[in-house]
């Protein structure tokens, strides 16, 4: 790791003052790298869809940049005010993930197939979810060998 793409992923965590998701994207951040959690929406943490439910304008050219949009749905990194406006806006995860622990598993999150089902709900299709938890994510890692076949994608 270090200056190939796609070497980071990062979990931009809560500050105060927050930091700001802009600078992290069009900065820093490069194509390949992958920013999870990405419909949070947790203390200070600045989010992707503003107070009026409007995705940011500097998320979709992130997303054209190349970087990654991961979900990381766990105990309390996922909040339907972020994904319902995002995806009804055109702004889809790159990777459906789960931030899979004890609390996650026993909360909102419960497993894989709870989360695929969320993002089925909002509108995305069978194949789209397939697709970003498994072919997507084996590309991302460079890894498309742990798949089987690619026929979803």
Same mark, same amino acid.
């Not at 600078?23 to 929406?41: Q, V, W, Y």
């Given at each position: 790791?270090?200056?190939?793409?796609?070497?980071?992923?990062?979990?931009?965590?809560?500050?105060?003052?927050?930091?700001?998701?802009?600078?992290?994207?069009? /900065?820093?951040?490069?194509?390949?790298?992958?920013?999870?959690?990405?419909?949070?929406?947790?203390?200070?943490? /600045?989010?992707?869809?503003? /107070?009026n439910g409007k995705v940011k304008p500097f998320v979709f050219e992130a997303q054209k940049?190349?970087?990654?949009?991961?979900?990381?749905?766990?105990?309390?990194?996922?909040?339907?005010?972020?994904?319902?406006?995002?995806?009804?806006?055109?702004?889809?995860?790159?990777?459906?993930?789960?931030?899979?622990?004890?609390?996650?598993?026993?909360?909102?999150?419960?497993?894989?197939?709870?989360?695929?089902?969320?993002?089925?709900?909002?509108?995305?299709?069978? /194949?789209?979810?397939?697709?970003?938890a498994t072919w997507i994510p084996a590309q991302v890692i460079h890894r498309p060998d742990?798949?089987?076949?690619?026929?979803?994608?």
């Open positions: 790791m270090g200056n190939e793409p796609g070497a980071y992923i990062i979990d931009f965590g809560e500050r105060d003052p927050p930091n700001s998701i802009q600078s992290l994207f069009l /900065e820093h951040l490069r194509p390949g790298d992958m920013f999870t959690h990405t419909f949070a929406n947790i203390g200070q943490r /600045e989010s992707i869809v503003d /107070e940049k190349g970087i990654v949009f991961d979900v990381g749905h766990g105990g309390g990194s996922f909040t339907w005010r972020q994904a319902i406006p995002a995806i009804k806006q055109g702004f889809m995860p790159t990777v459906i993930s789960t931030d899979f622990h004890t609390q996650s598993m026993n909360a909102a999150m419960k497993d894989l197939c709870n989360v695929l089902s969320k993002f089925m709900a909002i509108g995305m299709t069978l /194949e789209e979810v397939i697709s970003r742990l798949l089987f076949s690619s026929s979803l994608v």
